[in-house]
């Protein structure tokens, strides 16, 4: 059974910073792509960055220049470092995994972690 833990959520003040990680655990025969989402109240779940295997990222366009994805192969981490965050980004952070194991390819998630944003 895959399993996707994160952590590093919290509060932070506009101008600050904030660096969420997410470790995959499992039996992974292989891992295409990691990244996070987002949910804030009373709004869908949308993209945020997402980053392949070999380092192609892709970023929301509301991130760009302000958060950085990267991920660890070998730890089967990945990280979101927010840097001068808005209160428009409060909300439900979700890993997420693109992985094969012996079911075949799928999207994996996390259970979430709270960023809230403060002016």
């Known amino acids: 059974q895959v399993r996707l833990m994160e952590s590093g959520g919290g509060l932070v003040r506009t101008g600050g910073s904030l660096k969420l990680s997410c470790v995959a655990s499992g039996r992974i025969e292989t891992l295409n792509a990691m990244g996070w989402y987002r949910q804030a109240s009373g709004k869908q779940r949308e993209l945020v960055a997402t980053?392949?295997?070999?380092?192609?990222?892709n970023y929301a366009q509301s991130v760009k220049d302000r958060f950085t994805v990267s991920i660890d192969n070998y730890k089967r981490a990945v990280y979101l470092q927010m840097t001068n965050p808005e209160p428009e980004d409060t909300a439900v952070y979700y890993c997420?995994?693109?992985?094969?194991?012996?079911?075949?390819?799928?999207?994996?998630w996390g259970q979430g972690t709270q960023v809230t944003v403060s002016s």
């Open positions: 997420y995994a693109y992985i094969r194991d012996g079911l075949g390819w799928r999207p994996e």
């Open positions: 980053i392949t295997a070999g380092g192609t990222t």
